[in-house]
């Protein structure tokens, strides 16, 4: 057994992680109970890992090592050999492209270390194709139709000149953000914790646009619209439409903005102008907006149906169908949180005694309490010094310093709590089909020696 496990377990784990679980821990003992991580199985896995585990006794059966999960996240066989880097003008080359048609890519970990995303490192999420940047922002119209007293067309420009001006730095995340933790795997964009960014917004308040259109009280749900083209290049098909709870539309933090980190809004993020809905999926947060709708009902559009955007009301067994009578549509982000430095795979100099930990957490329309870090697959955990946000929806910075008692592998765990008492699981919980609201703790690889 010892030369079979030290040929493949890397494979196997990549293929079969169950299977490699098993020769590495060994299931003799029955499927629900393990063996230790020793003899074999330990030498083994010390291989993979590239070094001694201090914390062996505590490793978890069951476990994908971080050194090897975060680079290749559970997606069906053949599994990729490694990232794609993205190459698009004005972007960081480390972005991760998760999709090539339509264009998605996220940011690794370690890139979300500013406080303030940079453009560059911000998360691209394209439903369809990508449209021609708009000579003349300031001409772009926008209509408010529906359920309003006095329907709305007003340019760009006009949106400066007539209405107030702020700006806020928030959280921008996809609604699939985690789902490659899912398992078995949930289908759509195999999003690991890059699908989320955040930067500084300049725009107006959705609410004092919705105020001057003056919505009905039969008005109690949006419909947002955009210029883009489905992928088939047929313009009768929506490439997406989603809309929101009037409470939410005139919450203060949703804008219509067309600046990010004090530039005009870049084309591939929505520019001229686009929705940003903090602390709901990002898809709310329609770009290249042209019209708001005002409905009477929730919305219907693309997106806002089937299990789209939506999470499962009853638990339901991982992998089954889906009822559509088991879902609603998903509101507040769940709470998350990264490590942000070091990244993922970090080799430390031999001798080193500890390593000072940076990250990031938010946790959609609410704020994080605790945020806390374990060096021995969660035996024992430490509070990290927690920032506050700079404004609502903010995320929250934090820092750690741990020990690291000898050379070898370590896994860094950290997990947050948010302020209703929540915490990050273990694992990706809640299984839905299309995989929403997957926020278990982040965990990277770190070699001391
Ligand atoms: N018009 C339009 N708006 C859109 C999308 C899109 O495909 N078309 N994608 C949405 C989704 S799913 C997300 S997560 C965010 C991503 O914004 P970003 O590409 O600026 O990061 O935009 C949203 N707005
Ligand atoms: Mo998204």
């Known amino acids: 057994?010892?030369?079979?496990?030290?040929?493949?377990?890397?494979?196997?784990?990549?293929?079969?992680?169950?299977?490699?679980?098993?020769?590495?821990?060994?299931?003799?003992?029955?499927?629900?109970?393990?063996?230790?991580?020793?003899?074999?199985?330990?030498?083994?896995?010390?291989?993979?890992?590239?070094?001694?585990?201090?914390?062996?006794?505590?490793?978890?059966?069951?476990?994908?090592?971080?050194?090897?999960?975060?680079?290749?996240?559970?997606?069906?066989?053949?599994?990729?050999?490694?990232?794609?880097?993205?190459?698009y003008p004005g972007k960081n080359d480390r972005l991760v492209v998760i999709g090539e048609r339509p264009l998605v890519a996220e940011t690794p970990e370690h890139l979300l270390d500013d406080d303030t995303t940079p453009i560059e490192k911000f998360f691209i999420r394209n439903n369809g194709q990508i449209p021609e940047e708009a000579k003349e922002g300031d001409k772009w119209k926008i209509a408010v139709d529906g359920e309003v007293n006095n329907k709305l067309e007003l340019t760009l420009g006009e949106l400066k000149s007539k209405y107030k001006a702020q700006t806020r730095r928030m959280v921008l995340e996809c609604g699939g953000n985690g789902r490659a933790f899912y398992s078995p795997p949930a289908s759509g964009n195999q999003w690991t914790n890059g699908g989320a960014g955040c930067a500084e917004w300049t725009g107006v308040r959705l609410g004092d646009v919705l105020k001057a259109a003056g919505v009905k009280p039969s008005g109690i749900y949006t419909a947002h619209y955009s210029s883009d083209l489905h992928l088939s290049g047929d313009a009768s098909r929506e490439v997406l439409s989603r809309g929101m709870r009037m409470a939410k539309a005139m919450d203060p933090d949703s804008m219509i903005v067309w600046a990010m980190n004090g530039q005009p809004l870049p084309n591939i993020h929505g520019g001229p102008v686009r929705l940003l809905i903090p602390g709901w999926p990002g898809s709310l947060s329609q770009k290249w907006l042209t019209k708001i709708t005002i409905r009477d009902k929730e919305h219907d559009g693309q997106g806002m149906t089937g299990t789209s955007y939506r999470l499962a009301i009853k638990p339901m067994v991982?992998?089954?169908?889906?009822?559509?009578?088991?879902?609603?549509?998903?509101?507040?982000?769940?709470?998350?949180?990264?490590?942000?430095?070091?990244?993922?795979?970090?080799?430390?100099?031999?001798?080193?005694?500890?390593?000072?930990?940076?990250?990031?957490?938010?946790?959609?329309?609410?704020?994080?309490?605790?945020?806390?870090?374990?060096?021995?697959?969660?035996?024992?955990?430490?509070?990290?010094?927690?920032?506050?946000?700079?404004?609502?929806?903010?995320?929250?910075?934090?820092?750690?310093?741990?020990?690291?008692?000898?050379?070898?592998?370590?896994?860094?765990?950290?997990?947050?709590?948010?302020?209703?008492?929540?915490?990050?699981?273990?694992?990706?919980?809640?299984w839905n089909p299309s995989g929403y609201g997957g926020n278990p703790m982040h965990r990277i690889a770190v070699l001391v020696g």
Do not use: C
């Open 1 to 87: 057994m010892p030369d079979k496990i030290e040929r493949s377990i890397e494979e196997l784990y990549r293929d079969s992680p169950e299977r490699a679980d098993a020769e590495v821990f060994g299931r003799e003992t029955g499927p629900s109970r393990r063996g230790f991580l020793n003899g074999a199985g330990l030498a083994a896995m010390s291989a993979v890992v590239g070094g001694a585990i201090p914390f062996a006794a505590n490793m978890p059966g069951g476990l994908i090592p971080a050194a090897m999960a975060q680079a290749t996240p559970p997606t069906p066989p053949p599994a990729k050999k490694g990232p794609t880097y993205l190459n």
């Open 318 to 430: 991982p992998g089954d169908k889906a009822d559509p009578k088991n879902f609603r549509v998903m509101e507040s982000m769940p709470v998350r949180s990264i490590i942000t430095s070091p990244a993922n795979g970090t080799k430390l100099a031999a001798g080193s005694k500890g390593v000072k930990l940076r990250g990031a957490s938010w946790a959609g329309d609410l704020t994080v309490k605790t945020v806390d870090v374990s060096t021995d697959y969660g035996m024992t955990w430490q509070p990290a010094k927690l920032e506050k946000p700079k404004n609502k929806y903010d995320w929250q910075r934090w820092t750690a310093a741990v020990k690291l008692p000898g050379d070898g592998y370590y896994e860094i765990w950290a997990r947050a709590t948010d302020s209703k008492g929540k915490m990050q699981p273990h694992v990706a919980a809640n």
